[in-house]
């Protein structure tokens, strides 16, 4: 029973906490969420370098803006990505046995009309494969890890943008 009171105070006690610093969920249901989904729908994503950012690309496309690419867009959002592999888990014939993928990709987000630079930033997602006797499978599983890792970079982009957008909500209503 006293275990019950404990967990029911602690409870109320982080509430209040949470509550007065200010936390509000990044994704919560109201009219601002909705102005910061339809501020990301007005984004024009710039074609990517090679068949690893075609694909980061679609990602993009498909979190940024799931309704098809926006007719007259305000903004342009522009992706550079580098890919690096390392093989780990050598053995004593100086063969791998693990690779690690290492995707970095830099993006700037500018106004459509101006040009202007509005924020940038950068977004680093690592996975690892193992790698095979097989060449085929090698290449297939290099392919899918750094397919994985574009879909964590196009997520982390995805909120670092409508973070960047409810921010400059929350400053226009300070003003």
């Known amino acids: 029973m006293w275990l019950f009171k404990a967990i ?3 409870l109320m006690t982080l509430s209040l906490f949470i ?3 200010g936390f509000q969920p990044l994704y919560k249901r ?8 339809k501020e990301l729908s007005l984004i024009r994503i710039a074609p990517i370098e090679d068949r690893i950012g075609q694909q980061l690309r679609n990602f993009l496309q498909d979190d940024i803006t799931p309704r098809g690419k926006p007719s007259n867009p305000s903004y342009e959002l522009i992706v550079e990505i580098n890919k690096t592999r390392r093989d ?4 004593q014939d100086a063969t791998s046995t693990f ?16 040009g202007a630079a509005l924020t940038s930033g950068s977004v680093t997602a690592k996975t690892g494969f193992t790698i095979s006797q097989s060449e085929y499978a090698n290449i297939r599983a290099e392919a899918q890890a750094a397919s994985r890792a574009s879909r964590e970079i196009s997520y982390d982009i995805t909120r670092q943008l409508a973070f960047f957008f409810k921010k400059q909500r929350l400053r226009t209503r300070q003003k």
């Open 99 to 114: 690779a690690k993928i290492s995707l970095h990709a830099s993006y700037n987000l500018r106004n459509f009309n101006t």
């Open 19 to 21: 509550g007065s610093c």
């Open 30 to 37: 109201d009219t601002t969420s909705h102005n910061i989904l």
């Open 8 to 10: 029911a105070i602690s």
């Open 88 to 91: 780990l888990v050598l053995l």
